[in-house]
Structure formats: C-alpha cells, structure tokens
C-alpha cells in the first residue's frame, strides 16, 4: 500500500479528555447514583442525537419529559458542559504539533454538537491548527454513518488511500476500514506516536 500523507484525527478522547463524570461527580454522590443517570437519562445515545444535530433545547425536552424529577441534572449536562472537558491530551496535541510544523495536512472528523463546539473552539488553540474540521452536529451526520466520511472526502478533497484515521472508537474505525482508511484505533498518545512512525510520520 502506498505511504499516506494525511493524518484524520477524532477530537474528543483523542486530542479532548471528555467525560460527562468530570461534571456530574460534583452533583451526585452517589457513583451507582450517577452510572444509573448516565446510562438511563442523559444516555450515550441520547447525547449522541446532539451529535447528529437534534438541537440541546429538544434533548432536553425529550429527556425531561422521560425523567421530570431529574431536570435539573438534565439541564446541567449542557449548562455546565465546559466542565466536562478536563482539558487536553498533551501527548496527542504534541503529535499533531509536529505533523503540523512539517506541514502535514491535517484535518478533524468529529462527533460533536453544534451548539456546544464552540466552546471547544474557544478553549482549545490547537484546534486553529487544523486545515479543515467537519463537525458532525453541523452536517446533521455522526460517525460511523459512512455518508460522513465521504463528506470529509469531498469537501476537502482526500483521498482516502492517502490518508490515515485516528479515532477512540472501535465501531468508527471499523467504518473507516470499510471505505479504504487506513486507522488507528486510538488508546494513548503513546501508541499512536509508535503506530504513525510505523506508517513513516516521523513523530
């Protein structure tokens, strides 16, 4: 296979330590207590709705109606969402840093809300890096539709043979695979440095 020369990174877990716990651990207790909310209320997929553009005043809605004793904590989960992100993966920042000094192209594919990226953008510089970030709350697609990877594609012009993706999330990188992406599943910074100098990135 040839060498690729464009480096796709996922935001959150990759280069973004985001975690829903880092905030409510400081509204409930109880750690069952909150595994019970996170799982049953403010779900994984009800968060991921957000990720495919529902808008955060409609999860909210739904959620509410679902749970109306818990609305406070419902409304909390995007009033406070900043808490959520601990802050960045310096190791992975340091990767992209590198790749982007020798003007490797780098690009964003990521599962985000509209409405509360721009917190991300605000907080993180590293973001302002990137030659081009598709946010999947603006494009009402999400991972691992295949349709988002092809938009990725198209609006910016790669070649998925010449390309590698990096993602937290096994599910994402199988339906990179399956379109012809080289992948990374991503567990630290670490690894990946030890992966993308097997591919010949010199970080």
Known sequence: MNRPTIVVFDLGGVLVD???R??????INDE???????????????????????????????ATARHPDKSELINAFYERFDEMMAGSID????????LRRQQVPCYALTN?????????????DFLSWFDGILVSGREGLKKPDPAIFELL?????????????IDDSPRNIAAATDLGLRS????????LQTEL?????DV
């Open 197 to 201: 100098r097997a591919l010949h990135f």
């Open 91 to 98: 190791g992975t920042v340091k990767i992209l840093d590198t």
């Open 22 to 27: 880092y905030m409510y651990r400081r509204l």
């Open 32 to 62: 069952a207590e909150m595994e019970f909310f996170l799982t049953e209320v403010c779900s994984p997929a009800w968060n991921e709705a957000q990720d495919g553009g529902r808008t955060i005043a409609e999860a909210v809605a739904e």
């Open 153 to 165: 594609f198209k609006r910016f012009d790669i070649d998925a043979k010449s390309a590698v993706f």
């Open 112 to 124: 985000w809300s509209a409405e509360t990226f721009p917190l991300a953008l605000k907080r993180f």
């Open 184 to 191: 990374i599943h991503f567990t630290s910074a670490e690894g």
């Open 18 to 20: 985001w975690n829903p």
